[in-house]
């Protein structure tokens, strides 16, 4: 029996100690079509054979908002969750009503005098206020997009290489995504907090993490516990992705005091189950992880439909670390774009999406775990 242990882990294992991505934990129900194999080059130059997911652009296993509250008397269940500080803070009539002095600035007064708050409130506002150069009318509001500004049956597209190659030097992430939850949600890059306040705007995320951005739908900036979980059979915090690389992601580590000894730079570290992969970080940091240890695929707005993933030459054209990793969809932004790209708003498809109702979508997965929370210290091995 220990035998048939060791033989498993093996056989989980690829050369390098790194683990081959597996399609079926992503839920079905996120999905447009199947996974497939096709050929791709990753951001170092390896060409490889990569997953081509596409999946809805909104979530189908928890609800999507809401992100702004009405009046500045309304109470935590009406508005979403902000960061600043290292921290989430709650979005609540309260909030808004004090931002100007949370802020010290003046300037940011987003509601009215009768107390109703000024928000985003059409999809044309939602594509004004989003843009860097904030139109005038939208600035000193709280913004918000909602589902039913999405194109209809909008999609996207991931290309993950089934093997994740591991890179001599950690890379800095991809400005398009850094991974896809098994629920079909992009983890995007940091939301540009700094553009969006010098506009003396807000622009919340929901409580689980996510906002709206029209160009490629809901996705999140922070882990709070919302989108489906793949527990581990050992107690290792579950898994909730895969970052473009390939790399799982996890939860934070249970002790998460011990995470700056135990976690590398990129916030991962290696074990023999799992091989190499990273655990996100706290919400109250924008962020889910800090670089990649492996060359990362493709994202695409939309299905990319006849286009192949050749991460390098995003990279040759803007330089290291910035660009979209690929061609296509996003040749209509700028190099500045990060705040193109957070500019939620821009441009044209907008639509309503249907399956944003959907509750409780199954997973397709084959391996179903067992109980694993036991937790305390037994998980300690694992977290090497
Ligand atoms: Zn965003
Ligand atoms: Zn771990």
């Known amino acids: 029996m220990g035998v048939g242990l060791i033989v498993l882990a093996c056989e989980q294992q690829s050369e390098g100690g790194t683990v081959s991505v597996d399609p079926t934990l992503f839920l079905e129900d996120a999905l447009v079509g199947d996974i497939a194999e096709e050929s791709c080059t990753l951001s170092g130059g390896t060409k490889t054979t990569c997953y081509r997911i596409t999946v809805k652009s909104t979530p189908v296993d928890h609800q ?79 913004f918000q997009c909602l589902p039913s500004y999405l194109e209809e049956g909008m999609v996207n597209t991931y290309i993950i290489p089934i093997k994740p190659v591991k890179q001599t030097t950690p890379g800095q992430l991809a400005r398009t995504a850094v991974g896809l939850a098994l629920n079909g949600v992009n983890f995007d890059p940091p939301t540009p907090t700094d553009a969006i306040l010098s506009a003396h705007t807000l622009a919340p995320f929901d409580d689980c993490g996510g906002h709206i951005n029209l160009n490629h739908g809901y996705h999140y900036h922070a882990h709070t516990g919302c989108p489906t979980e793949m527990a581990q059979a050992d107690a290792h915090t579950p898994m909730i992705g895969y970052a473009l690389d390939g790399f799982p992601l996890h939860t934070r ?68 670390g910035g660009p979209p990793p690929c061609e296509g969809e996003r040749k209509t932004r700028r190099p500045d774009d990060e705040a193109v790209k957070e500019s939620h708003f821009a441009q044209p498809h907008l639509k309503p999406c249907t399956d944003t109702s959907q509750k409780h979508a199954k997973h397709n997965h084959k391996h179903i775990e067992e109980n694993h929370e036991h937790a305390g210290k037994s998980h300690m091995h694992a977290e090497s």
Not at 90 to 103: E, H, M, P, R, T
Not at 116 to 124: C, L
Request: glycine share 10%.
């Open 64 to 142: 999507a908002g809401p992100w702004c509250p009405k009046t500045i008397s309304d109470g935590d269940q009406a508005g979403g969750i902000w960061p600043e500080g290292g921290k989430i803070n709650n979005v609540d009539g309260a909030f808004i009503k004090n931002l100007a002095a949370f802020y010290s600035d003046d300037e940011r007064k987003l509601y009215r005098d009768d107390g109703s708050v000024r928000v985003t409130d059409s999809k044309e506002a939602c594509a004004a206020a989003a843009r860097p150069d904030v139109d005038e009318d939208y600035q000193s509001s709280c």
């Open 253 to 320: 580590l249970k002790e998460q005091s011990a995470e700056e000894s135990r976690l590398d730079q990129c916030r991962g570290h290696s074990d023999e189950t799992r091989g190499y992969h990273y655990h996100v970080a706290d919400p109250g940091s924008n962020s889910f992880i800090d670089c990649f240890q492996g060359e990362y695929g493709c994202s695409f707005e939309r299905d990319g439909e006849g286009q192949t993933c050749d991460a390098t030459s995003m990279n040759n054209r803007r330089g290291p």
